[in-house]
């Protein structure tokens, strides 16, 4: 079924942190960086669609992993369920991990105000409700340094028309999300993708 209404009729499971079961989940931290890789958080409305479109974008490309996940809400562990009702203060987000010898960080925060709308503040589409705010979750001070650059000139240059709402905060705690949402739009070809999703032909920012 194409339509939104298929994220709501999924049987809803416990979200986890990485390589353990539900049952023993706790806040995750595997935004630890392994020498050689770094990592950039974003959240642009539902995360099918954000990671389909990085992976299509950056696999061979400096891409060594992407995982959808909760990030950005104030919860223990939370679940698709709860964090859909809006309650917990998450947003449905994405961690991308990459080499930065082959891709920079500006080119995935660039690349996420293309193929995005950040002008339509928690909502993405048809998909309404501040988990699908546009955000980006920084790991250290230098991002939140190069995201706000960034921007102020993808405001300026690219979403005149528009007022640019994405938050812009410390990522705090990561919980990677359910397994059936990894890698969801790969194993379900004619899921659910949201129509804000696509990217747009952009000139370069000077």
Known sequence: ???????????????????????SATQSTNVETVEGTEKCIV????????????????????????????????????????????????????????DPEKVTYNQLVEFFYKMHDPTTKNRQGMDSGSQYRSAIFTTSPQQEILAKEITAKVQEQWWKKGTISTEIAPMAEWYDAEDYHQKYLAK????????SHFVRKFPDLV
Not at 50 to 77: M, P, Q, W
Not at 83 to 89: A, D, E, H, K, L
């Open 1 to 23: 079924m194409p339509s939104f209404i298929t994220r709501m009729i999924r049987p809803f499971q416990t979200s986890t942190k990485m390589g353990l079961t539900p049952e």
């Open 188 to 195: 379900t070809p004619h899921g659910y993708e949201c129509p």
């Open 43 to 98: 959240a642009a409305g539902c995360f099918w669609g954000v990671e389909h479109a990085y992976r299509k974008a950056f696999t061979g490309r400096g891409l060594i992993d992407a995982r959808v996940g909760y990030c950005g809400g104030a919860s223990k562990n939370p679940s698709y369920q709860a964090v859909c009702s809006g309650r917990t203060g998450h947003a449905e987000a994405l961690l991308v991990t990459f």
